[in-house]
């Protein structure tokens, strides 16, 4: 992520949609904060710990729930934001993948057991 964001500028400055350090608000830098505290460190941290502890296909959900625990935390403390359509069909539709990677680990399981 940090190599990434470096490509990020690079872009930004490129297509000229950059913004001088000085100009963004605190509370920008203050959801960064969070975002690297809570969003990268900690979620990755709570990630290893789980490869230690369950198979690597469930582990790796945490990848796709992520997102949509975001997005409804988003809503609740910024109540400009709205569910739309588009959000909830993407909801749907990631976890509608998440069970079926959880069904099919159950099946491989029972068919293992027999």
Known sequence: MFIGSFFTCGLAFATGNNKPLAQIPQ???LIIVYLIIFGSL??????????????????????YINP???M??????????????????????????????????KKDNKLKEA
Not at 51 to 59: H, M, Y
Not at 83 to 88: D, F, K, W
Not at 96 to 103: D, F, I, K, Q, S
């Open 27 to 29: 509370v920008v830098w």
């Open 42 to 63: 900690l979620a990755f941290a709570a990630f290893l710990y789980t490869l230690q502890k369950l198979p690597t296909a469930i582990a790796s959900l945490y990848a």
């Open 72 to 105: 409804f935390l988003g809503i609740s403390f910024f109540p400009q934001e709205k569910i739309t359509a588009y959000l909830l069909i993407g909801t749907a539709i990631t976890l509608a993948g998440v069970y079926m990677v959880n069904y099919s680990m």
């Open 68 to 70: 949509i625990v975001a």
